[in-house]
């Protein structure tokens, strides 16, 4: 009987320890897992991200801004000068010739008063040494 309440002892000590390793093995496995994933994961999510992130955005805006900043500013560019110079050509066109015009007529006007002052001058002449 002693060796069997020996063997019952050991028995009961052997469930013990099974149970007991087996809960502190799972405990301790559980979050160390726990604690390995969460570094791992933040570590490399981190990273990644960063790496990820930072390329690919830059990739991104470089290949966007380009191709908008071309494209923008070639059209923006076509559109804004020739409506732009068409506008300022034809009024600084049509100030300058008209200018151009006035001044010209203004020329002629003043040479035809400057041949008309000359014929006064030599009637004027004539009829003052007439009549003298």
Do not use: Q
């Not at 063997?7 to 052997?14: A, E, P, V």
Request: charged fraction near 5%; include cysteine.
């Amino acid at each position: 009987m002693a060796w069997c309440s020996c063997s019952c002892l050991s028995i009961c000590l052997s469930i013990y320890l099974f149970i007991s390793l087996s809960f502190c093995l799972c405990i301790y496995l559980s979050i160390s897992l726990f604690v390995y994933l969460f570094v791992f994961l933040l570590m490399y999510l981190s990273v990644y991200l960063y790496i990820c992130l930072s390329v690919c955005l830059s990739v991104y805006v470089s290949i966007y801004l380009s191709i908008y900043l071309s494209i923008y500013l070639s059209i923006y560019l076509s559109i804004y000068l020739s409506i732009y110079l068409s506008i300022y050509l034809s009024i600084y066109l049509s100030i300058y010739l008209s200018a151009s015009l006035k001044t010209k007529l203004f020329c002629e006007t003043s040479s035809i008063f400057e041949l008309d002052n000359t014929k006064n001058a030599a009637i004027l002449r004539d009829f003052f040494s007439f009549r003298n």
